[in-house]
């Protein structure tokens, strides 16, 4: 292994080269933890449109920056544009501190505000590149798969990525020895393991996700190798400090399951080729053959060995020695005691050398003379497989498998294992790469989409097959388990892209430009996920990868079919900015924007459009939009837009290539929603620093672990879920993944979130707001609801007969919903169900930023709140709370005798005060010495007035004096003062009476 790929490995970013062709069922792959990077193009816009430091960076350099976020932190996993010139770099260190520079400068953007770690840089120079790496630490110990990784081109760079953690994640201490680990990890004794010898053991850190936040615990790393029996090279990760194993990984990787696959020899016979580089030897000399075969010893015999200048084969059937008697000669399975896997893997060995070398001649992994020869192994004991683990090993025929060692694309394959360990300069290897990579290699020699047909003796199916559908991420597992399915993903995108090339170009110029392709993009240890970044480095040849790169369009055409690049979304896509609120009594202009991020290849604009909308659940109404160039707006007017409505919205259209599209992609069963006019923020929760306070249970289902699924944290982008909050990290929803969980609420279950109960004040006719992430079937079968206290305020759509029609967000979306007069008596409890039925789960709700919303009305932005009065010796003493939104330009005080104000006019004006502190305390004396009085106080911005009259809130009733009294008086049981003066004034009137009579 060279030197570069011992560094990788030591700082955890390399997995262990070690790869298997097919599966052996009594083997484990391994449980590590990975989560799976979502792509979804409205919420990268929505990233990309709102997120300060990109907009920062963007300013700074100009157009020609595009990225791919991390939905969840919010950092770009790949940012590409015009080269940045980093002035001289004539070294290393030259690179490594210009780069230094950048990051600290972009440190927000590339959330490496912490800083610890370690630089590495390697130069290419058949490309003039740079590939450079910062290795994040923390307590001197590496973060797992975390850091920055930056491509360099004549000495511009064009291509940043991040991974960065932050220390703030780190939980825990590393309290366990190594010998601690070592004997933890033992204890799991899993199928292989036997008795593996420890190789290494080191401390790092171990990114994980529980349905929250992110967070890394620290780790004690175990490598294990397994000498002998079955192949493997285990790697646990320990918790350092609590003892739990966090994850492991057999680095030989098998395929789960039973493949129906393979058979025979791909020519069906033999052919006859040079034997390359093998050693001859007699008692008078000794020699290599040449590339071709060629051999001039002394002597007219010769001993010939499988120990040559490039390899060396051990066959442990038993090694032939054949002796030749004069040449030419053609040795035959005859000279191998009847074997053909011994000349077979030699031949096939130096065939793909051969292909590979036209592509990177200068790679180690292809020197001819090399210090340690490639080492081959045939006939191990056992079937149906074959491996790299550093060393090519292929294994006996059975009744169900031929003879690996016979099959020449299962010797490709494992060679290219090799191939793509050597090339890696930054990165890492990915096992799911490295499977489609593998496969990839060997269609360059074969130039044939199928791997080993007739591996199988039962069919002459191949093994694998590059000619599929497979897609990223539907078809995408992040189980280990899985990496050869991953890999047809990437091996599918290379055969479309063949096909393509070769109908643009012939075939041997399209083998030129694909094979260069793959040998330059591998160099940056790309993942399935980022292979297309990669791929775009590697094509470009100008450092400017805003202006397109040779090929791009058929590249991007074969990988848009397997759901990777610009084409890999599939539906058109349409930018358009979705407002929370919208103004009422005027116009309301709908603008959208057809986006073709592959518009140097694809000319897709579109020809006509509809605007679909409604107002509080009535009819949809149909507006045909204005087309220009991939611009769209369509205008709703001003009287179809009541102050205080919901709109809901929509646009579908036609492209020029009668393509279809809908924004949002659900149509009227995900539509837009805005509320119409002004409004006033009542109370709202972003659920970051807590949970709200919220509550969840289980109404209905059986009560197995994860039925009641309600969990606070942040999703990770599984089930349908997005890959993040709408805003920070916190967010409410059902099943947010992680560990084993899959982000799909279960079947035949009903559960709800509740929230706690909101005091709304004097606010009327209030509204829901929140930005809502849904998936769930069609409500025919799942019901997806919203309650304001016990009163349904929305459900999902139903198609009542057809049962398909399910509501799939793709994105965060702001969603108003009236609270239907509940809450209008000051207090509201929210609640979020899910109701499912026996089959076809979804990823259910994703909430956040939840808010309650009143509309701007005058009395809810004027209302006086919190009065009182009191009768003392100076008058009726009054206080309240002013109006909390301003302007405020007056306020007065009404005083009615037999009941209250029904208005500011409607009795006698008592005060008028001006110069009011929304929000303060506000008090006055009425000197009125007697009677009974109904005061109600009433505010104005000038133009409007509060006009409700609510008692204990803007009203409030006085006794006179006497009356007051007299209530106090007999709950005390004496008659004191209010007894004598009502005695006094029954004797004047009755002598008032006398008089008259």
């Known amino acids: 292994m060279s030197p ?23 083997v484990v792959s391994g449980a590590m933890p990975e989560t799976l990077p979502v792509n979804n193009p409205a919420h990268q816009r929505w990233i990309a449109q709102n997120h300060e430091p990109w907009l920062a960076f963007q300013d700074e350099q100009g157009a020609g920056w595009e990225a791919r976020f991390d939905e969840r932190r919010r950092i770009p996993l790949r940012m590409w544009g015009r080269g940045i010139d980093l002035g001289p770099l004539g070294s290393e260190q030259d690179v490594i501190d ?37 290795h994040q630490t923390h307590k001197d110990a590496p973060i797992r798969l975390g850091g920055v990784t930056y491509r360099i081109l004549q000495g511009k760079l064009v291509m940043v990525g991040s991974t960065a953690h932050l220390p703030t994640e780190a939980q825990g201490t590393f309290r366990k020895t190594h010998e601690q680990a070592v004997a933890i990890a033992r204890q799991w004794n899993l199928t292989g393991m036997g008795e593996a010898e420890v190789e290494r053991v080191h401390y790092a850190w171990m990114p994980l996700e529980d349905g929250k936040r992110p967070y890394m615990r620290p780790a004690a790393v175990v490598r294990f190798t397994q000498p002998e029996g079955v192949p493997a090279q285990w790697t646990f990760w320990v918790d350092a400090d609590s003892g739990q194993v966090l994850g492991y990984d057999n680095s030989v990787r098998f395929l789960e399951g039973t493949l129906s696959a393979e058979a025979r020899h791909r020519d069906g016979g033999t052919r006859t080729d040079p034997l390359p580089f093998v050693w001859a030897a007699n008692n008078l000399d000794g020699g290599y053959s040449d590339t071709d075969g060629h051999l001039d010893i002394e002597g007219n015999t010769a001993e010939i060995s499988l120990l040559g200048r490039y390899a060396e084969l051990t066959d442990l059937l038993g090694d032939a020695t054949p002796v030749i008697d004069g040449l030419p000669t053609t040795l035959t399975a005859d000279d191998f005691q009847g074997r053909t896997s011994a000349l077979t893997t030699w031949q096939a060995i130096h065939r793909v050398r051969d292909v590979m070398s036209a592509f990177h001649p200068t790679l180690s992994w292809l020197e001819v003379d090399r210090s340690e020869p490639v080492q081959i192994t045939v006939n191990v004991n056992d079937s149906c497989n074959a491996w790299f683990d550093g060393t090519l090993n292929f294994l006996r025929s059975d009744d169900t498998c031929r003879n690996t060692g016979t099959m020449a694309d299962v010797a490709y394959h494992e060679w290219g294992h090799g191939f793509h360990a050597y090339s890696i300069l930054s990165g890492t290897f990915d096992g799911s790469m490295g499977e489609g990579y593998a496969d990839a290699i060997s269609f360059l020699v074969t130039r044939d989409h199928r791997l080993g047909p007739g591996f199988f003796k039962s069919t002459d199916a191949p093994l694998r097959d590059m000619d599929n559908d497979a897609r990223y991420p539907d078809d995408y597992r992040t189980n280990q388990t899985f990496i050869h399915t991953n890999g047809l993903i990437f091996g599918g995108a290379i055969w479309d892209t063949w096909l393509i090339l070769k109908e643009q170009i012939g075939d041997d110029e399209a083998h030129a430009v694909l094979g260069q392709a793959l040998t330059d993009m591998i160099k940056g240890g790309p993942s399935i996920p980022n292979a297309w970044e990669e791929l775009l480095f590697a094509l470009d040849d100008d450092a400017d990868l805003s202006n397109g790169v040779p090929y791009e369009c058929a590249f991007m055409e074969g990988f848009g079919l397997h759901g990777l690049g610009p084409l890999g979304g599939g539906a058109i896509e349409l930018d358009h900015a979705v407002q929370a609120f919208s103004d009422a009594g005027q116009d309301s202009v709908m603008q959208f924007s057809l986006l073709n991020g592959a518009s140097q290849c694809v000319d897709i604009k579109p020809a006509t459009a509809q605007l679909m909308y409604r107002v509080d659940g009535g009819e949809w109404k149909s507006l045909e939009a204005d087309v220009t160039d ?55 929760d972003d659920f970051e620093a807590s949970n709200g306070d919220y509550t969840h249970a289980l109404l209905a289902g059986g009560n197995e672990e994860g039925a009641d699924d309600w969990r606070w944290g942040t999703p990770i982008g599984v089930g349908g879920d997005p890959d993040g909050a709408a805003s920070g990290l916190g967010a409410w929803g059902n099943d947010l993944g992680g560990g084993r969980y899959d982000g799909k609420y279960q079947p035949n279950k009903h559960n709800q979130l509740s929230s706690r109960r909101y005091d709304l004040g004097h606010y009327q006719d209030a509204f829901l707001q929140f930005n809502r992430w849904l998936t769930v079937e069609d409500g025919l079968y799942d019901g997806a609801m919203i309650f304001a206290d016990d009163v349904k305020i929305w459900g999902n759509f139903s198609s009542v007969t057809d049962g398909s029609r399910h509501h799939i967000d793709t994105s965060w979306a702001p969603h108003a919903v009236p609270l239907q007069g509940e809450g209008d008596d000051g207090k509201v409890k929210l609640s979020w169900e899910i109701r499912s039925d026996a089959g076809l789960e979804f990823g259910g709700w994703n909430i956040d930023d939840v808010c309650i919303y009143a509309p701007a009305t005058p009395d809810n932005r004027l209302s006086i709140t919190n009065i009182a009065g009191v009768r003392g010796e100076e008058g009726v003493k009054l206080s309240w709370t002013q109006p909390l939104h301003g302007p405020v330009s007056e306020v007065v005080i009404v005083r009615r005798g037999g009941r209250f104000p029904e208005s500011h006019s409607d009795g006698q004006v008592v005060a008028t005060l001006t110069d009011i502190e929304p929000g303060a305390t506000g008090s006055f004396v009425d000197p009125t010495p007697w009677g009974g009085q109904h005061y109600a106080i ?44 009502l005695g006094l004034g029954a004797f004047a009137w009755a002598r008032r009476r006398k008089q008259q009579a």
């Open 4 to 26: 570069r790929i011992l560094l990788l490995s030591s700082l955890g970013l390399l997995a262990a080269s070690a790869h298997a062709v097919q599966p052996a069922e009594t």
């Open 98 to 134: 210009a780069l230094a520079t950048f990051q600290a400068e972009h440190a927000d953007l590339l959330g490496t505000t912490f800083a610890e770690g370690t630089w590495s840089a390697t130069y290419d120079a058949s490309r003039d590149a740079w590939y450079a790496d910062f």
């Open 630 to 684: 991939v611009d769209l707006q369509a205008i709703i007017p001003a009287t179809d837009l009541p102050d205080g409505g919901v709109l809901e919205y929509y646009l579908q259209g036609k492209t020029t290539q009668d393509g279809l599209f809908q924004d949002p992609p659900g149509g009227e069963i995900t539509p837009h929603t805005t509320w119409v006019g002004p409004v006033l923020e009542v109370v709202c």
């Open 938 to 981: 009433y505010a104005s911005d000038g133009t409007d007035w509060s006009e409700r009259t609510v008692e204990g809130m803007n009203a409030t009733m006085v006794q006179e004096a006497g009356s007051l009294a007299l209530a106090c008086g007999c709950q005390t049981g004496g008659p004191g003062p209010t007894g004598l003066w």
